[in-house]
């Protein structure tokens, strides 16, 4: 079983950027699609942004697209979100998630991270 911790929240202000890190235990890291999820107070938790099991494939919400990057390292069994020019609607907890599916709908995902704060000031 794969279990999931997220890393890298803080406070940035508008403009500014944040690399947040989720490391997995578990040796079927690899074979997951992964996700990355916020979901701010209020309001429903909504996908930011996913990989394939071996990179070559990412999507992104449109959001985020263009400022905000998803990658990872299989060896090093951890997904990454590098984000920047961070906005204040861009605050919110941000989780990752680990799928057997390219999908933005959280309901696909089987496990998900504890989460990490992002607060972003104007």
């Known amino acids: 079983q794969v279990q999931l911790a997220e890393s890298g929240g803080g406070l940035a202000q508008a403009g500014g950027s944040l690399r947040l890190s989720c490391a997995a235990s578990g040796r079927t890291f690899s074979t997951y699609y992964m996700g990355w999820f916020r979901q701010a107070p209020g309001k429903e938790r909504e996908f930011v942004a996913g990989i394939s099991w071996n990179g070559v494939t990412t999507n992104y919400a449109d959001s985020v697209k263009g400022r905000f990057t998803i990658s990872r390292d299989n060896a090093k069994n951890t997904v990454y979100l590098q984000m920047t020019s961070l906005k204040p609607e861009d605050t919110a907890v941000y989780y990752c998630?680990?799928?057997?599916?390219?999908?933005?709908?959280?309901?696909?995902?089987?496990?998900w991270g504890q989460g990490t704060q992002v607060t972003v000031s104007s």
């Open positions: 998630a680990a799928g057997l599916a390219t999908s933005a709908r959280p309901s696909q995902y089987r496990l």
